[in-house]
Each structure stands twice: as structure tokens, then as C-alpha cells.
């Protein structure tokens, strides 16, 4: 694989609007590849992607007003310039419901994602920034006919969090679960003045897009799962629950929890651990549970059980075909703590 920085430097988009073209030249792959991706009960080649991908059948479905209906790409381009670093995200978002069809699965679509939006942050754009993974999942929206997360219960069953398209795995493997977007990434550098504690960091791709940003960032993984890219060579090895105990409790600095599957009670053991003062989540905001926890959303369990933390902020994140993803800021209420 080429350094992270040079494939940075060497980004000029995607090669002819192909995402698997792009992955194989970006990370030089060989010609004969046989490396098998895997994502729950998924396992295939990228030559077998390849097949899925060419037979035209990843395509996502939307009705309106009873009907299946095509979604044209335009309409797909306004849902992913909400997360580009050359637009403000909120007027973004305003104007992709605004130009909305009545009763369309657009305006339904923006309705939602307005709906949850809470955000005191005014973020700059930028014509500068870099983001490969950013790019590649404009690419998978227009290739999986994707126009964003709907209120739909089916999006929040939990059998249905577990099902992939055959790309996705591609994706996280090369970069991760979730696409750090410019305002996400500014948000946790404003907070993150005193350093960063980047938990269960998977390939380090966040860690990495942070420290771009100058952010001082620990990367800390127990190394379970297996990645074919590696943005980073100084990740701690550990039990997260370990490393907190040993560094006073992360005091000072920021929690980062990007995608922590459910797994026993690792989230519930890891919040107890914490003796800092904010918690960044980003995962799912339905009720799939597929993040978290098994039994309730992470906003259920802030509100229930860790009474004396305010969420200060919730902003939409890119999602990926059938998935609907969120960032979540929490911040140590002094006032609660003490009554």
C-alpha cells in the first residue's frame, strides 16, 4: 500500500466514476486479487463485487404517493452537498427541502434529517480539504440510487442493520464504518483542544483525517477485526476499558466512539470509565441497535442512565444505502453532577 500522505497528495477523484477502479489503483491493488472482504455473513473477491456490481442490482427503491419511482441523479447530488466541505451544511440542507416536490421521498428525506439536527456550531466551508472516502461515498449514493435515511421502521429493525450491499465492504475495509465529514471532523477539533482519545479506532482512518487537522490524537484498538488499509502506524493495542484506567480516566481530553457494535458491555463499561468531561458518538440514530447497545438507542441510555450529561449536539452524517447515521456530542453538566 502507498503512505497515506501520498495518496492524499495523489488524489485527484475518482478514476471514470468507478468506485472499484479507484480502490484498485489507489491502493495498488494486483491485477490478480484474491483478498476476500468481509462484513458479517458477506465474503467475496472484488472480481465477485465486481460481477454484483456490473449485474446492475444494488439499486435502492423509494415510492411516492404508492409508486416505486427512479431517482434522478440530480436529486441524489443535492443529498450528498450536504456533507461537502464547500457548503454549509445547515443551508444545505435547508435548500435540499426547499426544492423538494411535495410528498416526495426528497422531502421526506430533508424533513427528517431537519427534524433531528441540533447543532450550536458554525462551521467555515472549504475548497481545500481533501477526503477520499468523501468522494467515493458520493459515488456509492449514485450507484446504489441512495437519497438519504427515512423515517421508516424498517430501517430500525435490527435484521435489517446487519444486510450490506456488496461494496460496503470494500469500504470499510479501505477506509472504515462512517465518513468523516469537514464539519464533524471541526467540531471534535474545537473540542479537542487538550487531545483526543479516538476509542475502538478500527484502520485509524478518523485518527488520521484529525491529525491533518493538527488534532493530537490517541488511536486505541484491541485489534479484533481485520483491515486491508492501515492509516496509521502508532495505534495503542489494547483494551479501551485498560487504557482509560491506566490514563486517569481520558481527564482532559475528548472520547471518540465511532461505530462500537454492540458487543456485551463494553459501551456501558467504557462510559463508566470515562473521568473526562464530552463524549462524541457516531453511529446509528434509529432504533436498529446495531450500535451501543442491544436494548436501547444511545440517546435512551444517555438520557436514562447518565442523567447528570447534556447533549449539546446531533448532526446528520453520510449514510451509506439502508443505514442512517448520526454524530452525537454529549458534555459533563457540572450543575446536574452537584444537585
Given at each position: 500500500?502507498?503512505?497515506?500522505?501520498?495518496?492524499?497528495?495523489?488524489?485527484?477523484g475518482l478514476v471514470d466514476n468507478n468506485i472499484l477502479a479507484t480502490i484498485r489503483k489507489t491502493f495498488e491493488l494486483p491485477p490478480e486479487d484474491n483478498?476476500?472482504?468481509?462484513?458479517?455473513?458477506?465474503?467475496?473477491?472484488?472480481?465477485?463485487?465486481?460481477?454484483?456490481?456490473?449485474?446492475?442490482?444494488?439499486?435502492?427503491?423509494?415510492?411516492?404517493?404508492?409508486?416505486?419511482?427512479?431517482?434522478?441523479?440530480?436529486?441524489?447530488?443535492?443529498?450528498?452537498?450536504?456533507?461537502?466541505?464547500?457548503?454549509?451544511?445547515?443551508?444545505?440542507?435547508?435548500?435540499?427541502?426547499?426544492?423538494?416536490?411535495?410528498?416526495?421521498?426528497?422531502?421526506?428525506?430533508?424533513?427528517?434529517?431537519?427534524?433531528?439536527?441540533?447543532?450550536?456550531?458554525?462551521?467555515?466551508?472549504?475548497?481545500?480539504?481533501?477526503?477520499?472516502?468523501?468522494?467515493?461515498?458520493?459515488?456509492?449514493?449514485?450507484?446504489?440510487?441512495?437519497?438519504?435515511?427515512?423515517?421508516?421502521?424498517?430501517?430500525?429493525?435490527?435484521?435489517?442493520?446487519?444486510?450490506?450491499?456488496?461494496?460496503?465492504?470494500?469500504?470499510?475495509?479501505?477506509?472504515?464504518?462512517?465518513?468523516?465529514?469537514?464539519?464533524?471532523?471541526?467540531?471534535?477539533?474545537?473540542?479537542?483542544?487538550?487531545?483526543?482519545?479516538?476509542?475502538?479506532?478500527?484502520?485509524?482512518?478518523?485518527?488520521?483525517?484529525?491529525?491533518?487537522?493538527?488534532?493530537?490524537?490517541?488511536?486505541?484498538?484491541?485489534?479484533?477485526?481485520?483491515?486491508?488499509?492501515?492509516?496509521?502506524?502508532?495505534?495503542?493495542?489494547?483494551?479501551?476499558?485498560?487504557?482509560?484506567?491506566?490514563?486517569?480516566?481520558?481527564?482532559?481530553?475528548?472520547?471518540?466512539?465511532?461505530?462500537?457494535?454492540?458487543?456485551?458491555?463494553?459501551?456501558?463499561?467504557?462510559?463508566?470509565?470515562?473521568?473526562?468531561?464530552?463524549?462524541?458518538?457516531?453511529?446509528?440514530?434509529?432504533?436498529?441497535?446495531?450500535?451501543?447497545?442491544?436494548?436501547?438507542?444511545?440517546?435512551?441510555?444517555?438520557?436514562?442512565?447518565?442523567?447528570?450529561?447534556?447533549?449539546?449536539?446531533?448532526?446528520?452524517?453520510?449514510?451509506?444505502?439502508?443505514?442512517?447515521?448520526?454524530?452525537?456530542?454529549?458534555?459533563?453538566?457540572?450543575?446536574?453532577?452537584?444537585?
Amino acid at each position: 500500500m502507498p503512505s497515506p500522505d501520498g495518496i492524499f497528495a495523489n488524489w485527484r477523484g475518482l478514476v471514470d466514476n468507478n468506485i472499484l477502479a479507484t480502490i484498485r489503483k489507489t491502493f495498488e491493488l494486483p491485477p490478480e486479487d484474491n483478498y476476500v472482504y468481509r462484513a458479517e455473513s458477506f465474503a467475496m473477491t472484488l472480481a465477485q463485487i465486481e460481477e454484483q456490481v456490473h449485474a446492475g442490482n444494488l439499486k435502492w427503491k423509494y415510492q411516492a404517493h404508492g409508486q416505486q419511482i427512479e431517482v434522478p441523479p440530480a436529486e441524489i447530488t443535492a443529498y450528498t452537498l450536504i456533507f461537502s466541505p464547500t457548503t454549509h451544511t445547515a443551508k444545505a440542507l435547508t435548500s435540499f427541502h426547499s426544492n423538494a416536490k411535495n410528498g416526495s421521498p426528497r422531502a421526506t428525506v430533508a424533513e427528517y434529517l431537519q427534524s433531528r439536527r441540533l447543532s450550536p456550531f458554525k462551521i467555515p466551508k472549504s475548497k481545500a480539504h481533501i477526503n477520499p472516502y468523501y468522494d467515493v461515498w458520493v459515488q456509492s449514493c449514485q450507484l446504489t440510487t441512495f437519497l438519504g435515511p427515512l423515517p421508516d421502521p424498517s430501517y430500525s429493525h435490527p435484521l435489517n442493520a446487519k444486510q450490506t450491499h456488496p461494496v460496503l465492504p470494500v469500504l470499510y475495509h479501505h477506509f472504515g464504518c462512517v465518513v468523516p465529514i469537514w464539519e464533524a471532523l471541526n467540531i471534535i477539533a474545537q473540542l479537542g483542544k487538550g487531545g483526543v482519545i479516538d476509542m475502538a479506532s478500527g484502520n485509524g482512518y478518523w485518527t488520521y483525517m484529525l491529525r491533518r487537522m493538527n488534532v493530537e490524537v490517541v488511536a486505541i484498538d484491541n485489534m479484533a477485526n481485520e483491515y486491508r488499509t492501515m492509516w496509521i502506524s502508532n495505534k495503542v493495542k489494547e483494551d479501551g476499558i485498560e487504557y482509560l484506567r491506566k490514563n486517569a480516566g481520558g481527564q482532559g481530553k475528548v472520547l471518540l466512539m465511532v461505530y462500537i457494535i454492540t458487543a456485551g458491555t463494553f459501551t456501558r463499561r467504557l462510559l463508566d470509565a470515562y473521568r473526562g468531561d464530552t463524549i462524541v458518538v457516531i453511529g446509528t440514530q434509529n432504533r436498529n441497535r446495531y450500535t451501543g447497545f442491544t436494548d436501547r438507542t444511545m440517546e435512551e441510555y444517555f438520557e436514562k442512565e447518565m442523567t447528570d450529561w447534556e447533549k449539546v449536539c446531533r448532526i446528520e452524517m453520510p449514510s451509506f444505502a439502508g443505514k442512517d447515521e448520526a454524530m452525537f456530542i454529549w458534555e459533563k453538566n457540572c450543575d446536574r453532577a452537584t444537585t
